[in-house]
């Protein structure tokens, strides 16, 4: 099993900026890469970022590429998601996921969320 707990989700203006953190814990030697997710009120849930837990290459989804830049710290489990320049449209709950595979699976592992909320 691996535990997720993701922080630092808030209000924040449009053009500003928020870093993101997802705390693993217990059998991350077998992920092999996590990734970010966000859900906006009445929309599905749709891919952000994906960085791969060894070796460390990254993936952004065309509407953050950019903007935002993941990122890990194997020494303290955790994957960092910096979201800069930051407008409404990106108001969502924002979840890690983390996978053994290259792909990401409801049955993967998953955080709790956390709200970020983006003012015009």
């Known amino acids: 099993q691996v ?36 859900r906006a009120p009445g929309k599905e849930r749709e891919f952000v970022a994906r960085i791969r837990w060894s070796g460390g290459s990254t993936y952004y989804a065309d509407s ?14 955790t994957v960092y998601l910096q979201m800069n320049s930051l407008n409404p449209e990106d108001t969502a709950v924002y979840y890690c996921a983390a996978s053994p595979g290259v792909g990401f699976k409801e049955s993967d592992y998953w955080g709790q969320g956390t709200q970020v909320t983006v003012s015009s």
Do not use: M
């Not at 997802?22 to 077998?30: D, E, I, L, W, Y």
């Not at 953050?64 to 489990?77: E, H, L, M, P, Y």
């Open 3 to 38: 535990q997720l707990v993701e922080s630092g989700g808030g209000l924040v203006q449009a053009g500003g900026s928020l870093r993101l953190s997802c705390a693993a814990s217990g059998r991350t030697f077998s992920v092999y890469a996590v990734g970010w997710f966000r």
């Open 64 to 77: 953050v590429k950019g903007r935002f830049t993941i990122s890990r710290d194997n020494a303290k489990n």
